[in-house]
Structures are given as structure tokens and as C-alpha cells.
């Protein structure tokens, strides 16, 4: 505990030195690092803890950016004041379609999910209040100071990068996180032993589109332009998607992992090889499919077992499959 | 002539040992019963013989072939047949279908639609019903009729009367001998003792997975048998 | 007048979204698997037709179809041996969805660097053109072909599962994949061929599709989407639903685009998001 305090301290110490650590381009190419980071994690907390695999996160991406590009024009405020609406307007949303959606299983809210991002793309491009397809420009950066604006966004990211991971772990050792993991590993037994599985489900789904909501407004500000075909690209989920596949699904450091991976190997294939973004995605979707096959869990929790690694231990770890055939399931029946 | 032999077979579900360095045999056209408690590793046992548990040591010989690494599927073509517990019936298919199933296999014999039919003519009425709209004494019948049509050398059943009313078991007991009549060796899995001593030439008592007593059935006594059964 | 034939038009590329269905709900019934790469397939499928087409000008692009299905089956056999058995027994069913969210993303780029992003389409030359008239309505002769092709698809394919053996040995296997072993079937063998059949299928689906509109390698999506929405519209596992949710959708898209030309398939999301609303007793599933 005292270790992982330490680390997060110096960590948090190298967040605040960044700017004058790294160049111009360093600091752009760590902030996207760190908002993905958060996005991949927000989908994570879905995903490995609550067992619901969501196609249309990106949907809040999108949400929150708009959100954050028409509220701040609208009333003429510096868009840092205004980012909190952008995670507000997400868990908002997230409630509403919550009903609907949790009434499916598995694939199907996948799906359900991507089909209702996909709705509001096609309702936000046909908008002209929101610009249409052409999108929206961030009229109130004129609010912004330009020469620190950089710095600020690295550093806002950097806040929520290290503040999904230190609040993921705190929540993970609370006994909410506990009824959790219990519930993904036992819906019968957890809900029998009095876990409220549905609201765990639901507060899980609504904290994690309000994060992905904050970080997509980060990312989008960073561009001062807003369009729907880039805010709600299926690309994000996909993202969000292979670095948790890579890393680790249910692990608070796979994700960490899979960043890595992701923009270690986007580094190498597109700048020092010279592929185009789609060979790019091919190679990462072919790492992310080995992976599945080898190790259902992703990277880390071999690594984890294989050298005894501790990072960010929350006390329980992910279950691994138990090795019994389908038939024998009912252990307690043997004849 | 030995059909099944098994030496010093032990199997697990992953860490957890359920059958320990067991030895069994079953002589062609011979009938076998095997009883012990709940728990007692009997089904562990009939599911690890025919391939569905992969966690297996030891060595299994059926027919005179080793088979103790022989996926389920070619086992099941070699004529060593289940009806397993609980009888698991495709429930989508009709009683006809499920039989048919059995099929698959392609092995020849006796038994063939019409003659699982005579054996039990209440399926015959009810062969494009669902197996859920029967009795639970007639989807033991499918059951059954299921493993008899591959054809097998040697049927291993399952808890055939767990559940049933007590006509009903008489119904199916008495089936048996007509089983038997074709040749087909058996292994009756049972928790009656009685009744599994009453139709079968040899008894196998299992406890905490290994065999307590193996005798045959006219010798046993209650005493030793209840002394196998609960071990004490 | 002029709505009455958008519906009946509707109806007609409804019968095609209940083929695009169809394989989707095969392989979920049988497997329990949503396969998301389902529209790449049925993309990489028109794209093979295309090219075949390129290749052979002399053959009327119809019989395209031929290697394209046997083709689509051989591909979808290799997928489920290759990759998808290996999961396919994972206690956790988020691995199969994942696995196969991973093949499409790799699928949908490898047809962009390969293919190109351009816009495609297959010309029937006159075919596409053609219409006949009836009750006063005009209607095209080619989506008429392919209503009629759709229902004889689903006609053989009901046949195949409920008369045939194979379709019994698939129906049991669906039912309990262990159980059947002890008969001598191999499930893993069972699933091969099913994809195979579901990819074939798909393939007829993608190609009908690519006569009627044209396509792009990010077209998956949108395939995706509505095999999907017919799927649950049809109430899952059911194939003549599947037929209903399609012709549902194919009507709802076509009004939709008679009312707000540039909609594309918002009013069939829009649709189906409303039926889950208001019907979810009949999306809960069933088996096939």
C-alpha cells in the first residue's frame, strides 16, 4: 500500500514537471496517450467488473464533446469552466438509455449500444444547429490562453488519467467494488447473498460514460473542432476495446499495458515504417485477436502469475477459467 | 473375455481428485452394478469412461483397446454406450429425432427403431412429441432407447430410476431383460442397492472414490454391503 | 399511390435483410455466438464478386454467386476451426464476442488497404434496370427476384434443419454440445460447418445487396446492424420472425428515405430502438 502511494506520488510529481520534460510534440502525443488511457480504463470498469461489454462508447465521446463545444459558445465561458458539464451531460444520458438497454443480455446490449450511437451521429450530423456534418468550430478559445493552452490540457489529462486509476482502485477496495467482482464472478451467489446486482450494473454504466464523456471533451478541445464523424467514430470503442483486450480485462494495469502497446506499436508501424492507419489497425486487431486466443484475460494477469507481480493489487484478482468440462459443472452432484 | 478393464484410474476436476487408483472390469455379457453414496464419485466415473472429463490418469481397455485417451466421440463408436444422468434429451427434438440420434454412430445391430419401439410401445404413440410433454418415466424410455439404438457392446446407465414412480422402474427393470438378451454387457448405476443387487451378477460399492467391496451379487451380505456403502 | 409502392418496395429489400438475419441467428442459435465480423464477411463476399465479375465480363454476374458461396463456406468453416472453436468452449462469454469484434476490425482494414475505400456496386446491366408493373405499382423485377430467392432460401434451409439428418445432428448439438459426443458427433466439426452454412448465406445476402446499392470495406457495420435488428425484431431464433423483422426494417427505411432523403438507415435504428422499448417480452431469447 505504502509502495503503491509512492508511485502514484512520483507519478503524479512527473505529471505536474511534464511540460518542461517533454517538447512541443511529446506533449500532445502524452496527452492522447493519457486521455485513452482513461477512456480504456472508463470502458474496463464496464466491461471486466460489470460484465457488460459496450460497441457504442463512443457515443459518449461525442456527447461530451458536443456537449462541451455548445454550452461554452452558448454562453461565452472558458471552455476549462465548462468541463464538467461534459461528463454531467453523459451520466445523464447513460441513465435514460440504462432502462431500455439492460433489459438485453450480453451481445445484444452490445449491439444495442453501438445501434444507439449510431442514432445520435446520424441525428447530430442531420442537426445544422450543431453544424451538421461539417461540425462545430470552438468559437470561445478565443477565451483560452494559447500559450499555456497545451500545458493545461496535458495536465487535465494527466488529473484524469491518474484520477480513474486511483479512483478505480479506491472504489475496487470499497465494499461496492467488492459486490462487484462478486457479482461478475457469480451473479447467482452474489445476488444471493444480497448484492443489488442491476443497480451495481447501473451505477457502473452511468460512471464510466461520464468519464469516457470527460475525456472525449478533453481530446475534442484539444482540436478546437468538433465533427460528428469524428466524435463518434466507431474507432474509439475500438480503442478503448484492444488496449483492455491486450492488457487485460478486469485488471486496473492491463489497461496501463495496453496503452503502451497501442501507441508502441502505432509509433513503429505508421512513423518509423511508413504504414498507412489501416494496416495499422489490422496489425493491432491481429496482436488483440493472438492474445485472445492464448490468453482469454489478456497480457497481464500471466505476467502477473508467471513473476508474482503486484502493481495495483485491489485485493482480489480476476477469476481465471475454472478447468471443468460443461458437463461435469455441478461439482456438488458427483454421483 | 473382459469388455471393460480399468486399472489404477484416478481423475480430476481441475485440483480437486475425485477417483482414486481405481480397478474395474465388466466381462462381455456380464451385468454390473455399481452403488455407493452421494458423492461417492459414481457418475465421475461413468462420465470419465466414456471421454466427457479430460482429466484422467490411468489406463482404460474396452474391447481390447486402450481408450483411455480417446475423445468421447470414437468411444461412443466403439460400442460403449451411456444413458446419463439426468437424461439429457434434446429437448428441441421430438422422441423419434432424439432416438434417431443414436444413429449417428453407424453401428449395426439389433436394435433399430421398430424393435426400441416394441421395447417400449409407449414411445411408439408419442414419437412426434416433445420430450418435455412427457413423463419423466418415458424420458428415461428415450433415454435409453437413445443409447440402445448405436448399437452398444457395453451400456453404462446412469440413476435410471432416481425420481421415477415405482411402476415405473418395474417397467424399465424389466426392459433390461430384454436388453441383456441381446447381449449387451451393463453397468447400472443405482443408489437401491437392492434392487441393483436383484438385477445384476456382480456389485461394485464405491466410497470417497475408491472401490470398498466388489462381490458378487447372490454372495453379499446387508451388513458388509451397509459397511461398504457408508463406510464404517 | 407513390407511398404504397415505397411500402411494397420496402417489403421487397426486407426480404434481403431477413437473409443478412438469417446467418446471424443461425450461428447464435447453434453456438449461443453473436458473430460481429458477420457484415465484413458479407462485404469481403461482394467484393469477391466483383472481382470475379472483372475477371469473367463474358458470365452473367448472377452466376458469380456460385464460387462466392462455395467460397463464403469454405471461409467460415476455416473461421470457426481456426479461430473460434478455441473459445467457443470459454466459460466466459465475453471472449467470443471480443475475438470476433477483433476479426472484423481486422477484416474491415485489410479491405480498405486492399480494396480501397472507394464506392462499389455490381451492375446487372438491364436486370437492374428492369420493372414490371403491377395492381398500378411499379416494381423493380430484380428486387422482386431477390424477395423470392430470400423465401426459397429460408424454405430450404428450414427443410435442411428440421428433415435432414445433418439438420438433426445440429439441432441436438445446439441443444447439448456434450451430449452428442456420446453418439459420435464432434461438436467443433458441427460448428465448422455451420458457420460455413451461416457465411454462405451471408454471401448470397452480400452480394443481393451489393446489385441494390453500391458499398464501401466499411459497409460491415451497417450489414451488422440490420442482421442484427432483424434478429431481435423477429424475436430471436426464429426464422420466419427474422423474414417479418426485415420486411419491418425495409419498410421503415424506405419511408424513412422518401420522407428525409439523406436519413440512410436512421429510421430502421429508430425503429428497432423503439421496439425494444415497447415490446422487450418479445426480445427475450429463444431457441431456434
Known amino acids: ?214 475525456a472525449g471533451a478533453v481530446s475534442f478541445l484539444g482540436n478546437l473542432y468538433v465533427s460528428p464523424a469524428a466524435a463518434f467514430d466507431v474507432n474509439w470503442v475500438v480503442y478503448m476495446m484492444f488496449i483492455v483486450m491486450i492488457g487485460g480485462i478486469g485488471t486496473l494495469e492491463g489497461p496501463i499495458i495496453g496503452t503502451v502497446i497501442f501507441f508502441g506499436l502505432r509509433e513503429l508501424i505508421t512513423d518509423q515504417l511508413g504504414y498507412s492507419a489501416g494496416w495499422y489497425l489490422v496489425a493491432l486487431g491481429t496482436v488483440a485477436v493472438i492474445v485472445m486466443l492464448w490468453s482469454p484475460r489478456g497480457l497481464w494477469p500471466p505476467l502477473r502469475d508467471r513473476f508474482g507481480l503486484k502493481l495495483l493489487g485491489v485485493g482480489r484478482t480476476a477469476p481465471t477459467a475454472p478447468d471443468v468440462p460443461p458437463l461435469a459443472g455441478k461439482v456438488g452432484q458427483l454421483g | 473375455m473382459t469388455l471393460l478393464e480399468v486399472e489404477d484410474l484416478n481423475v480430476f476436476y481441475g485440483d480437486l481428485q475425485a477417483i482414486f487408483g481405481l480397478a474395474f472390469s465388466v466381462a462381455e455379457r456380464e451385468s454390473v452394478a455399481l452403488v455407493g453414496a452421494n458423492g461417492a464419485g459414481k457418475t465421475t466415473f461413468l462420465r470419465a469412461l466414456v471421454g466427457l472429463i479430460d482429466g484422467k490418469q490411468g489406463r482404460v481397455r474396452f474391447d481390447g483397446r486402450d481408450i483411455q485417451d480417446t475423445p468421447a466421440e470414437h468411444i461412443a463408436r466403439l460400442g460403449l454406450g451411456m444413458v446419463p444422468e439426468g437424461r439429457m434429451l434434446f429437448d428441441t427434438l421430438s422422441v423419434e429425432e432424439n432416438l434417431l440420434m443414436g444413429q449417428v454412430s453407424r453401428r449395426s445391430g439389433a436394435w433399430t427403431l421398430p424393435r426400441v419401439f416394441d421395447l417400449f410401445p409407449a414411445l411408439e404413440e408419442r414419437r412426434n412429441h416433445l420430450p418435455r410433454q412427457l413423463s419423466g418415466g418415458q424420458q428415461q424410455m428415450v433415454a435409453i432407447g437413445r443409447a440402445l439404438m448405436c448399437n452398444p457392446r457395453l451400456l453404462l446407465c446412469d440413476e435410471i430410476s432416481l425420481g421415477l414412480a415405482p411402476v415405473m422402474v418395474e417397467q424399465i427393470y424389466g426392459a433390461f431383460k430384454n436388453i441383456r438378451k441381446e447381449g449387451t454387457a451393463l453397468v447400472l448405476v443405482e443408489q437401491d442397492v437392492k434392487r441393483a443387487a436383484g438385477a445384476t451378477d456382480r456389485i461394485y460399492c464405491l466410497l470417497k472414490g475408491r472401490v470398498s467391496l466388489t462381490a458378487n451379487a447372490g454372495d453379499v451380505s446387508v451388513t458388509e454391503l451397509t459397511q461398504a456403502y457408508f463406510g464404517m | 399511390m407513390a407511398w404504397i409502392e415505397t411500402l411494397v418496395n420496402g417489403a421487397l429489400l426486407g426480404g434481403l435483410y431477413g437473409l443478412l438475419g438469417i446467418g446471424l441467428a443461425l450461428v447464435f442459435g447453434v453456438m449461443r455466438l453473436v458473430n460481429i465480423a458477420h457484415g465484413e464477411f458479407m462485404v469481403l463476399a461482394a467484393y469477391l464478386a466483383v472481382i470475379l465479375v472483372g475477371l469473367f465480363p463474358q458470365v452473367h454476374p448472377l452466376f458469380v454467386l456460385i464460387p462466392v458461396v462455395i467460397a463464403a463456406f469454405g471461409v467460415g468453416y476455416l473461421y470457426q476451426a481456426v479461430i473460434m472453436n478455441r473459445v467457443a468452449r470459454a466459460p466466459d462469454p465475453l471472449a467470443p464476442l471480443l475475438l470476433t469484434f477483433g476479426v472484423s476490425i481486422v477484416l474491415r482494414n485489410l479491405m480498405v488497404e486492399v480494396f480501397g475505400a472507394d464506392v462499389r456496386g455490381l451492375q446487372l446491366g438491364e436486370l437492374s434496370r428492369a420493372s414490371i408493373r403491377l395492381f398500378g405499382l411499379s416494381i423493380g423485377v430484380m428486387p422482386l427476384l431477390t424477395l423470392v430467392a430470400a423465401v426459397l432460401l429460408f424454405l430450404l434451409l428450414q427443410w435442411a434443419l428440421k428433415r435432414t439428418s445433418f439438420g438433426r445432428i445440429v439441432r441436438a448439438t445446439a441443444d447439448r454440445r456434450d451430449i452428442v459426443r456420446l453418439f459420435g458427433v464432434k461438436p467443433d466439426l458441427v460448428y465448422n460447418y455451420v458457420m460455413g452454412l451461416s457465411l454462405a448465406l451471408g454471401a448470397i445476402g452480400g452480394v443481393l445487396l451489393a446489385v441494390r446499392s453500391s458499398f464501401t470495406p466499411f459497409s460491415g457495420v451497417e450489414r451488422l446492424l440490420i442482421a442484427f435488428e432483424v434478429v431481435v425484431l423477429g424475436g430471436i431464433g426464429s426464422f420466419w420472425g427474422a423474414l417479418l423483422g426485415g420486411i419491418v426494417l425495409g419498410m421503415a427505411q424506405l419511408a424513412g428515405l422518401k420522407w428525409d432523403a439523406n436519413a440512410g438507415l436512421l429510421y430502421a435504428h429508430l425503429l428497432f430502438f423503439v421496439m425494444l422499448l415497447i415490446r422487450p417480452a418479445g426480445l427475450v431469447a429463444s431457441r431456434a
Open chain 1, 1 to 214: 500500500m505504502k509502495g503503491i502511494a509512492i508511485s502514484y506520488a512520483v507519478t503524479a510529481a512527473l505529471l505536474v514537471a511534464g511540460p518542461w520534460l517533454l517538447g512541443e510534440g511529446g506533449l500532445r502525443f502524452a496527452t492522447e496517450c493519457l486521455l485513452i488511457l482513461a477512456m480504456a480504463q472508463m470502458w474496463n470498469l464496464l466491461a471486466g467488473y460489470a460484465g457488460l461489454v459496450s460497441f457504442g462508447h463512443q457515443v459518449f465521446v461525442g456527447i461530451g464533446a458536443y456537449g462541451l463545444f455548445l454550452i461554452s459558445d452558448t454562453l461565452d465561458l472558458s471552455p476549462y469552466w465548462v468541463l464538467p458539464i461534459a461528463p454531467l451531460a453523459c451520466a445523464v444520458v447513460a441513465s435514460v438509455i440504462a432502462l431500455p438497454l439492460f433489459r438485453l443480455r450480453e451481445a445484444y446490449f452490445s449491439i444495442a449500444m453501438w445501434v444507439f450511437s449510431e442514432i445520435v451521429a446520424a441525428l447530430v450530423t442531420k442537426a445544422a444547429w450543431l453544424g451538421g456534418s461539417a461540425g462545430l468550430p470552438l468559437r470561445s478559445s478565443r477565451l483560452l490562453d494559447l500559450d499555456w493552452f497545451e500545458p493545461v490540457l496535458f495536465w487535465i489529462a494527466g488529473g484524469l488519467a491518474l484520477g480513474t486509476i486511483g479512483g478505480l482502485f479506491l472504489l475496487m477496495r470499497s465494499g461496492f467494488g467488492l459486490g462487484l467482482m462478486s457479482v461478475r464472478d457469480n451473479d447467482l451467489a452474489a445476488m444471493s447473498v444480497g448484492v443489488d446486482v442491476q443497480r451495481n450494473r447501473f451505477i457502473v454504466f452511468v460512471l464510466s460514460a461520464a468519464g469516457c464523456g470527460l
